[in-house]
T-cell receptor, first 117, second 113 residues
Framework: GAVVSQHPSRVICKSGTSVKIECRSL??????MFWYRQFPKKSLMLMAT?????????EQGVEKDKFLINHASLTLSTLTVTSAHPEDSSFYIC?????????????FGQGTRLTVV | GENVEQHPSTLSVQEGDSAVIKCTYS??????FPWYKQELGKRPQLIID?????GEKKDQRIAVTLNKTAKHFSLHITETQPEDSAVYFC????????????FGTGTRLTIIP
């Protein structure tokens, strides 16, 4: 099946620094990718919709200047957590659907566990 | 926007028994309803899905039913096995056609050997 690769899987950073997370669709193209945040034992909370070649659409309450999203190609979306703080520590996960096959299944990356110290 | 509610939040069943998880959604225009299984520390994996033009779908021990009128859908797992232990999420797609999924709050299923 289709594969979505997310990197890094784990990252520890100091407060005030920025962290970039990559989400790649390896064998299909995705005009739209989605970024979620998941707290321990909680559901997947959609942060934003990443749109290839245009601005991301952010969900209510998500700071677009803090969580920068870039979708420069049909196979890559990046999420940059800027000026990270301990409360940004969480599990971030992306998903994508094959834009051209008509397959409705959403494939998830393996997730990134971010720890801000 | 879409709102998806899921119950129960935790469920324990004896191995071999059946498990049922229920979800309701708010947007009557939603037409795609997947179920995902997430094991600890891993990515969610699609286990079954259903579209609004179908009332029931089955895949071996897993089945999903959909009642569009009542706006609810359910996951049924029969002959449960220890490897079925995981967190299960239901989801509904957006009526805006932008592929966006809204997830339920999850059900932690524990199979007791």
């Amino acid at each position: 099946g289709a594969v979505v690769s997310q990197h890094p899987s784990r990252v520890i950073c100091k407060s005030g620094t920025s962290v970039k997370i990559e989400c790649r669709s390896l064998d299909f193209q995705a005009t739209t990718m989605f970024w979620y945040r998941q707290f321990p034992k909680k559901s997947l909370m959609l942060m934003a919709t990443s749109n290839e070649g245009s601005k991301a659409t952010y969900e209510q309450g998500v700071e677009k200047d803090k969580f920068l999203i870039n979708h420069a190609s049909l196979t890559l979306s990046t999420l940059t957590v800027t000026s990270a703080h301990p409360e940004d520590s969480s599990f971030y996960i992306c998903s994508a659907r094959d834009s051209h096959s008509g397959n409705t299944e959403a494939f998830f990356g393996q997730g990134t566990r971010l720890t801000v110290v | 926007g879409e709102n998806v509610e899921q119950h129960p939040s935790t469920l324990s069943v004896q191995e071999g028994d059946s498990a049922v998880i229920k979800c309701t959604y708010s947007d009557s225009a939603s037409n795609y309803f997947p179920w995902y299984k997430q094991e600890l520390g891993k990515r969610p994996q699609l286990i079954i899905d259903i579209r609004s033009n179908v009332g029931e779908k089955k895949d071996q021990r897993i089945a999903v039913t959909l009642n569009k009128t009542a706006k609810h859908f359910s996951l049924h797992i029969t002959e449960t096995q220890p490897e079925d232990s995981a967190v299960y999420f239901c989801a509904a797609d957006s009526s805006f056609g932008n592929e966006k999924l809204t997830f339920g709050t999850g059900t932690r299923l524990t199979i007791i050997p």
